[in-house]
């Protein structure tokens, strides 16, 4: 059973006809039930999805959140969190968010304690599955889950200084449409977002034989809602298609919050 008013939502969100199927043929609640793959199963790629309403203090969306993956240059929030504290230049941390540049970001992962940071954020933050890369220097390969994801945003909006989280919240608001390395940063939440003020850090892996794809952020006039999706390619797949199935999860997931 489903009511029309959830149709609509689902309607507005432009999914695919598949995606739509499979959404409605979920049990309808405010949630969707925990480890339940729901309507991302019909997508390619493998996903571990949170989306979480600040307001309610609540996941509306639990899927294979608490398994590590790869951080990416999701990893780049915590660090920019240590540069500013420690007195580094606010607009080359703005830039090293807003353009995802892995100079800036090793620059400071080597400065302020490479791996050894990693012990900083799960105190800090209260991770509990973030590891530390094999190789100290790859810090993208940093393992974070889902819900520490989560967390690390809920820090922002919530503890951190306030120049401090402007500076931040400022420059994933104003994301490049590409990246330092020129990957498309358009991808994700900031496709599928539409009118929808959102500040989003985006993260990809160009290098490995699967590809590996993260979108997460806030969203909504006080950003209420933060969502978090790491997507996981086993065997070739070409940046378009990645990036096109990714954007559909971040739909489900704004669906989800419509619904709620």
């Known amino acids: 059973m489903f009511d029309t008013r959830a149709l609509g939502n689902i309607l507005r969100r432009g999914l695919t006809a598949s995606a739509i199927v499979a959404l409605l043929l ?27 309403d600040r307001s309610e203090d609540e996941f509306l969306i639990e899927l294979d959140e608490d398994r590590p993956r790869a951080a990416l240059s999701i990893i780049k929030i915590p660090i920019a969190i240590e540069a500013l504290e420690n007195g580094a230049d606010e607009e080359e941390v703005a830039t090293m968010l807003r353009t995802s540049d892995d100079a800036i970001a090793s620059d400071y992962w080597v400065e302020y304690g490479g791996p050894l940071l990693i012990e900083d954020f799960r105190e800090d933050y209260g991770l509990q599955d973030m590891t530390q890369p094999v190789d100290w220097e790859w810090w993208g390969m940093t393992e974070l889950s889902a819900r520490d994801t989560v967390k690390i945003y809920r ?23 590409e990246g330092a390395d020129g990957f498309p940063q358009d991808f994700g939440i900031a496709e599928a977002a539409d009118d929808r003020p959102w500040a989003v850090k985006q993260g990809w892996a160009c290098c490995d034989t699967d590809r590996e794809l993260a979108t997460t952020g806030l969203v909504g006039e006080d950003f209420e ?10 065997g070739p797949v070409n940046r378009s298609e990645a990036t096109a199935d990714i954007t559909k999860a971040a739909e489900i997931a704004l669906a989800t919050i419509d619904n709620a």
């Open 155 to 177: 820090h922002v909006v919530e503890e951190l200084d306030a120049d401090h989280r402007e500076v931040i919240l400022g420059a994933l608001r104003d994301m490049e449409n």
């Open 26 to 52: 979920t049990e309808p609640s405010a949630s969707s039930p925990d480890d339940d793959p729901g309507a991302f199963a019909e997508l390619e790629g493998e996903y571990s999805v949170a989306v979480y």
């Open 225 to 234: 809602h933060i969502i978090v999706i790491q997507g996981h390619w086993h």
